[in-house]
């Protein structure tokens, strides 16, 4: 019991035991973890004006020691050698000089040359790799999609059973719900908002035609894009990341199946398949949050919003929404997929990958977005 | 034999899902020994050691470490238990967001008042014990298989634990790594005084380490003993186990 305590109170003792007499370190006791530290530190500082050109560190008394202390005695040496002192280690016992040799380096780590790029080459090199490692990658990864989604429209065989149906639930179907309120409070909110500044123009009657055409051109699509990016985009990209990670691609690749269209072509058909009627359920319940409005604040009832309904609705604004609708599923899926395969770390890298998806899912949308909308409105 | 016990394991019975995985298993580890516990595939070696750890609760049966039932420890204690033990994972458990460098000075930096030229150095020392010196700056992710798993290696003997706990640290190795593998686990058990347990069933390695074997079969342990006397055993999956791995 004593022999225990004495051991802890060796082990917790945090002040190191050495005296510099000459040009000899005599070193007692032990030197360990909690000692190692102070001991480098202060010995550094006593030997700053040590002139002679050699150092002896005595070993005899010491009795235990632990890889901390064995390289905080060649840290010493190394400090001290290259100030031009000749550091020897002396009258070690057999366990301690066994101990040095345990823990001392077998084999400095070679020195790394770093090339340092100025600051033009580096905004030439940054941007030469978005153009080939983003840009280029991207391209190709959406006609790789392309061309099998076109090619397994004709070979159902290589289709896995059940598949697109999962995708179509996953992506669609369970997305309903959120979706269809989110638009229905936007409409409600846009027609709030709108109906204090016509009724200032006794324009009542055009709220109507406000919250049908920013609904259907505009906002229904773009509702329904970024609530799915944000729900199935990060889905989407995490999954294929994990599968990345786990080497499931790679399994894939090694039984002769193509990863691409395995993976990510039952998601673009899920997704192709679903978000148009997501679409027209966003306009619809945004028109109808609308027509709340309006009859509360307006007081236009819900029989005159719907026969006004048929002067500010057209054909082609239904299209439009449709293909919209169309083209931002396609480039959630693509963003997805594409970021879920560059992950390159573990656990850390396919959340990066799932936030960055995400992210740059939604900008994509939104500049498609503006790009259709000079297509289609000018 | 007077030796000090580091675990005592008494009755121990493990279920998942229904499934009994241990069942009133009954062991020892003595401080300063190597102890290997074997058995085939699905014996339920990794789930002792896990029990060992604390990692799944307990939930019949005692597991004693370092003279502690673990099952009575808080939070506090446990981690005071835990700075006195290293732990290889089966996996590595490297932190994919670190670098190896960081990954090993983890504990280093967490545990002591070390300054950081100390810890650097600790860790290129230690990297360079599992012949790993260049990797100081490179990720996980970087590493091949074996690479990993010694990186993994040096991270759990960084403090110089009291107690190292490794989860089928030879798995993936060639033969000539192995053995510099077990050159230092037993510089490790002589120099440090370091207690080892090992999971494993790399016969060479267990015949090259091992002072005292615990095997499992059928989720009971059938026999604990030195190794000669695991040599000797006239047990079926004993005699199987050693001459068919020595084919190997």
């Not at chain 1, 909690?34 to 004006?49: C, I, P, S, T």
């Not at chain 1, 990209?237 to 499931?248: D, H, I, P, Q, S």
Request: aromatic share 8%; glycine share 8%; proline share 3%.
């Amino acid at each position: 019991m004593q022999k225990k305590e004495k051991e802890q109170a060796q082990e917790n003792k945090s002040q190191p035991e050495y005296f510099i007499e000459g040009n000899t370190l005599f070193l007692y006791d032990s030197l360990k973890f909690n000692q190692a530290g102070q001991f480098v530190l202060e010995a550094l500082k006593k030997l700053k004006k040590h002139k002679s050109k050699v150092l002896v560190v005595n070993l005899k008394n010491l009795k235990d020691i632990d890889s901390a202390g064995v390289t905080a005695i060649n840290y010493l040496k190394n400090k001290l050698t290259k100030k031009g002192i000749n550091v020897r280690i002396d009258d070690a016992p057999e366990s301690i000089s066994k101990k040095l040799e345990l823990f001392s380096m077998q084999k400095p780590p070679a020195e790394i040359q770093t090339f340092k790029p100025s600051f033009l080459e580096s905004i030439g090199q940054n941007l030469y790799s978005f153009f080939s490692d983003y840009f280029m990658r991207f391209l190709y990864l959406a006609a790789d999609v392309f061309y099998w989604s076109i090619n397994d429209l004709f070979n159902s065989k290589a289709r896995r059973k059940g598949e697109v149906v999962n995708q179509a639930i996953l992506i669609g179907v369970n997305a309903t719900l959120i979706v269809v309120v989110m638009s229905f409070i936007i409409g409600l909110v846009i027609a709030l908002q709108s109906s204090a500044q016509l009724r200032h123009f006794g324009a009542d009657i055009f709220i109507v035609d406000l919250t049908v055409i920013a609904m259907m051109a505009q906002m229904g699509p773009l509702i329904t894009a970024i609530l799915v990016a944000g729900r199935s985009g990060s889905a989407i990209a995490a999954e294929v990341a994990t599968m990345k990670v786990t080497a499931e691609l790679d399994a894939l690749k090694t039984m002769g199946i193509n990863s691409v269209r395995f993976v990510i072509v039952p998601k673009i058909y899920g997704c192709l398949s679903t978000i148009p009627f997501l679409t027209i359920l966003a306009n619809i319940a945004g028109i109808a949050g609308g027509m709340v409005a309006a009859n509360i604040f307006l007081d236009i009832t819900p029989e005159i919003f719907i026969n006004r309904m048929g002067h500010s609705l057209y054909n082609k604004d239904i299209i439009t929404s449709i293909i919209k609708s169309l083209v931002y599923g396609s480039l959630i899926v693509l963003t997805g997929s594409f970021f879920g395969l560059r992950v390159k770390e573990g656990a850390e890298g396919v959340g990066k990958s799932t936030t960055i998806a995400v992210v740059v899912a939604i900008s994509l949308v939104i500049i498609a977005d503006s790009i259709l909308g000079l297509i289609f409105y000018t | 034999m007077d030796l000090d016990k580091i675990i005592e394991v008494a009755g121990l019975t493990v279920d998942f899902d229904g499934k009994t995985v241990l069942s009133d298993v009954s062991f020892n580890a003595y401080n300063g020994q190597v102890t290997v516990i074997l058995g085939g595939s699905g014996s339920g070696k990794t789930t002792v050691l896990r029990q060992i750890l604390g990692l799944n609760p307990i939930r019949q049966g005692k597991i004693n470490v370092l003279g502690k039932d673990i099952s009575t420890l808080d939070e506090s204690e446990q981690t005071k238990l835990y700075m006195k033990m290293g732990v290889f994972y089966q996996n590595g458990g490297l932190i994919s967001s670190l670098t190896v460098g960081e990954n090993v000075a983890l504990p280093l930096e967490q545990h002591t008042n070390l300054p950081k030229e100390i810890i650097e150095e600790i860790v290129k020392m230690k990297l360079s014990l599992v012949y790993l010196q260049d990797t100081y700056k490179m990720y996980p992710s970087q590493l091949s298989g074996g690479m990993f798993k010694r990186a993994a290696l040096a991270r759990a003997i960084v403090m110089d634990p009291q107690m190292l706990l490794c989860d089928e640290p030879g798995a993936g190795l060639d033969p000539v790594s192995l053995a510099s593998l077990d050159q230092l686990i037993l510089d490790l058990k002589k120099l440090m005084k370091m207690s080892i347990i090992i999971v494993t069933h790399e016969v060479s390695s267990i015949l090259r380490i091992a002072d005292r074997v615990i095997f499992l079969e059928n989720t009971k342990a059938i026999f604990e003993g030195t190794l000669s006397d695991a040599l000797k055993s006239k047990k079926e999956p004993l005699i199987n186990f050693f001459n068919k791995g020595k084919g190997q």
